[in-house]
């Protein structure tokens, strides 16, 4: 990873992270008694539960022989490796090794362990130096749990560097890829405020789609039921991650797990808010519930479809950099610059 002076001289499409953040690294329901292996950053780490059911987060390398300890199994509180069964604390201390003779002591190796949390349907971790950890807030989902949002999940696997996922996440421009399944249509940037942790961009622009009466899921499937009108679309780099709102209706976020100069995991996350149904806030917390279930995840074929689209040109773009990495095309949003800017200035103070 490039420290401050190197990275000043590395070209944007392989510059670092910040990792005095908080990233996420899986969701919740993929995270049990059984390890879980994760890459953030280069950096191998294994997750697991103990037995309260708290998240663990420790260095995916046995000291003992470098295999993954991954590849092992969760025995009470600590991790066993599979090779030699050595097993490892929470804290990334040796706790016990199965064939320690009766003069020897345990070695005093220790693991890595991350500062990691749960929060809003996430693992959330920081790869960073841990005595920050406490300095800096995860970015957290209010709607996640609210029962006046219903989520859409889906995950993003790109073989490309972050930057091309958040410019394009910033770039409204692009709505001409998706065609009919874009929720916005026609926008024009008409505000854009930057400092050295986010980007702001305001664009003016329509929606096809108004949450406003209990059939309104009914547009996704029908067309001709969409009618376009104006409303805001703000879309915020909230370094690392990005979040957008279009009018009232929808709330979306990419919450980011870079893995490698040229491979990138994220998690798109769409909210449609329910604000507009009054008489449903009435209701009882069980009809509320089951109405967010109900409805869960169910425009995630349309994220899937957008996602595709996406993913083919960010990884275009990543193999047209790697043949011609000095080549720099003409850049028309301001949005895009100033993004390119906080990439920059982040991964420079990292420092890493
Ligand atoms: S390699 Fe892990 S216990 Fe030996
Ligand atoms: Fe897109």
């Known amino acids: 990873m490039p420290h401050e ?14 990792l005095n953040h908080w990233y996420v690294v899986a969701q919740s329901k993929a995270l049990s008694i059984q390890p879980l292996a994760v890459t953030l950053w280069h950096q191998p780490i294994v997750l ?5 059911g708290t998240p663990i987060a420790v260095e995916d390398r046995c000291p003992h022989r470098q295999v993954k300890l991954s590849e092992g199994t969760v025995e009470g509180d600590n991790i066993a490796c599979a090779y030699h069964g050595w097993q490892f604390a929470p804290d990334g201390s040796c706790a016990h090794v199965p064939y320690l003779e009766p003069q020897q002591k345990l070695p005093t190796c220790q693991l890595r362990q991350y500062p990691v949390q749960e929060r809003d349907g996430f693992i959330w ?10 300095t800096v807030a995860p970015m957290g989902v209010s709607e996640w749990e609210h029962l006046n949002f219903i989520g859409s999940l889906t995950t993003i696997d790109v073989q490309a560097h ?13 709505g001409h890829l998706h065609g009919g399944a874009q929720v916005w249509a026609n926008p024009v940037l008409a505000g854009l405020e930057a400092d050295d942790t986010h980007v702001h961009a305001h664009y003016d622009a329509e929606s096809y789609y108004r949450i406003d009466k209990i059939w309104s899921a009914s547009q996704l499937i029908f067309p001709s039921l969409r009618q376009l009108h104006p409303e805001p679309l703000d879309v915020y780099y909230h370094y690392p991650h990005w979040r957008s709102t279009l009018g009232d209706d929808f709330v979306i976020y990419c919450l980011f797990c870079p893995v490698s100069e040229t491979h990138t995991r994220a998690y798109l996350l769409h909210f449609t808010s329910l604000e507009r149904f009054p008489k449903l806030h009435k209701t009882p917390l069980t009809v509320r519930r089951f109405v967010k279930r109900a409805f869960n995840n169910s425009a995630s074929f349309v994220l899937r479809r957008l996602v595709r689209e996406d993913v083919l040109m960010l990884e275009q773009e990543q193999q047209a950099f790697d043949q011609h990495p000095t080549y720099r095309g003409p850049e028309l949003n301001r949005a895009l610059t100033a993004v390119q800017q906080l990439i920059r200035q982040q991964a420079e103070g990292s420092g890493e």
């Open 48 to 52: 697991y539960r103990d037995r309260t």
């Open 162 to 174: 972050y930057s091309f996922l958040i410019e394009n996440l910033m770039d409204m421009y692009h």
């Open 5 to 18: 002076a190197a990275a000043s001289k590395l070209p944007l499409r392989q510059l670092g992270i910040n």
């Open 125 to 134: 971790l920081f790869p960073g130096e841990a005595a920050l950890a406490d």
